[in-house]
């Protein structure tokens, strides 16, 4: 079935380091993929989202680029800030946006 | 993006109690969502709140525990019935559809303690 696997965590960077957190998915068809930021003690933030192969999505100076010949959307950014310091959740929807599938979340921590 | 809120923010209960949570959304919206979020763990999907329907509930949640109902389409409710120690999570509405087609968006949760 429909899965998304996510690298794990917790990742501890210094302020201005490069960040990658590794995102791979299993779906039939062609999914939408997201990026989803939790800060402490609040909601699911929508960070970026690509719905089709090869489209990239940035905000806040993150990206992410659908990959479909390996299966992957990584996030990256070239220099972090402590206010980046959340929880990260890849997350799929396979068709028509009515079941959402979500990985099991990374914790950044950046470090001043 | 959707605005949604959901009442009470946080709730600290009895075990053998039972809370009811709402989410209100801005703007009419196709499908409602409430998920559940274990402390440190990621999301899972509770069940769909179809709007004049029935519920449609995710492996291991029953009706009897977390009745829904969904009466219009800005609307929801979530209860958590004869509660223990072990229900104690977030619990999160989110929404699709209407103005937010392509795109899920989530509220800010409801933080519930049980005693």
């Known amino acids: 079935g429909d899965s998304v696997t996510q690298m794990e965590g917790p990742v501890t960077l210094s302020e201005e380091a490069f960040l990658t957190i590794n995102c791979t998915y299993t779906?039939?068809?062609?999914?939408?993929l997201f990026w989803y930021v939790q800060y402490p003690g609040e909601g699911l933030q929508l960070l970026l989202k690509a719905t089709k192969a090869d489209d990239k999505g940035s905000n806040k100076g993150f990206e992410a680029t659908y990959r479909k010949e390996t299966t992957s959307f990584h996030l990256e950014k070239g220099s972090v800030q402590v206010s980046d310091s959340a929880v990260y959740f890849c997350?799929?929807?396979?068709?028509?946006?009515?079941?959402?599938?979500f990985g099991s979340g990374t914790k950044l921590n950046v470090k001043p | 993006s959707a605005v949604i809120s959901q009442k009470p923010s946080r709730d600290i209960c009895q075990r053998g109690t039972s809370l009811t949570i709402q989410c209100q959304v801005d703007?009419?919206?196709?499908?409602m969502f409430w998920y559940r979020q274990q402390p440190g763990q990621s999301l899972t999907l509770i069940a769909t709140?179809?709007?004049?329907?029935?519920?449609?509930?995710e492996s291991g949640f029953v009706i009897d525990k977390f009745p829904i109902s969904r009466p219009n389409l800005t609307f929801s409710t979530l209860t958590v019935s004869n509660m223990s120690p072990e229900d104690s999570s977030i619990y999160l509405c989110s929404v699709v559809g209407g103005d937010y087609t392509d795109t899920q968006y989530f509220g800010p949760g409801t933080r519930l303690t049980v005693l």
């Open positions: 997350a799929l929807t396979p068709y028509n946006f009515n079941k959402f599938y």
């Open positions: 709140a179809n709007q004049g329907s029935e519920a449609t509930y």
């Open positions: 703007s009419q919206v196709t499908m």
């Open positions: 779906a039939t068809g062609y999914p939408s």
